[in-house]
């Protein structure tokens, strides 16, 4: 059974425009997320997080959002650029586990110039 | 640079003989994850290391050992291969809590 998802397994979308990858998760045990982001042949690279106790964290380009209610959250990226391009990972980690990520399957973003 | 190096990064093994994938870290982290992925599949956590205690997932075949000599390395040792068995193998390490810091993977091919 899935705890994290991702549905969308791929995005396109024009340069400048936002980008809005989502994902869901299902156990509220969660209580740190984190986005990575992951290029051909690499190892994914973490990007932002978020605990549980916000709804928002911003840095630069990169917003996330969590909505604890819906058990949602969502990665903003503006503007987008084509070096955004490539495979976004949701990461969730159970409260009082030492460091223990649970992912979702990614969504491919592709940005077009 | 600090960094999380993993060798080979392409490894071909045949179906049923034993292979050792490699991680090494510059990081000085405590933890030390291996995690499978199969293509379009999420990461799996296989197991980690907080030091030298280690923690296997509950569904980890046992197909798949793990040591940590020291605090720089940890090895993946898959003793039979199966068909099933090729994937995408990531390291990572972490402070006791926070992100993770990946390697770039070892592609594992099984003949």
């Known amino acids: 059974d899935q705890q994290v998802k991702q549905n969308s397994p791929s995005l396109s979308v024009q340069e400048g425009r936002i980008s809005i990858l989502n994902c869901d998760y299902t156990n509220s045990m969660f209580d740190y997320f984190l986005w990575y982001k992951k290029y051909p042949a690499e190892g994914p690279t973490f990007l932002i997080s978020i605990s549980s106790i916000k709804d928002k964290n911003e840095d630069g380009r990169f917003t996330v959002f969590l909505n604890k209610s819906a058990k949602h959250l969502s990665l903003h990226i503006v503007p987008s650029q084509p070096g955004d391009s490539a495979v976004y990972f949701c990461?969730?980690?159970?409260?009082?586990?030492?460091?223990?990520?649970?992912f979702g399957q990614g969504t491919t973003l592709q940005v077009k110039p | 640079d600090a960094m999380v190096i993993q060798n080979p990064r392409y490894q071909v093994t045949q179906f049923g003989k034993p292979v050792t994938l490699s991680c090494s870290q510059t990081l000085n982290h405590n933890v030390m994850y291996w995690y499978q992925q199969k293509s379009s599949q999420a990461p799996k956590l296989l197991f980690h290391y907080y030091d030298k205690d280690f923690n296997n997932e509950a569904d980890t075949p046992d197909n798949f050992q793990s040591r940590r000599p020291n605090t720089s390395f940890c090895f993946l040792d898959i003793r039979s291969p199966g068909l099933g068995d090729a994937a995408m193998y990531l390291c990572?390490?972490?402070?006791?809590?926070?992100?993770?810091?990946f390697g770039p993977g070892t592609r594992l091919t099984v003949l």
């Open positions: 990461a969730a980690s159970p409260s009082g586990n030492t460091g223990k990520l649970i």
């Open positions: 990572a390490t972490s402070r006791l809590t926070g992100e993770q810091f």
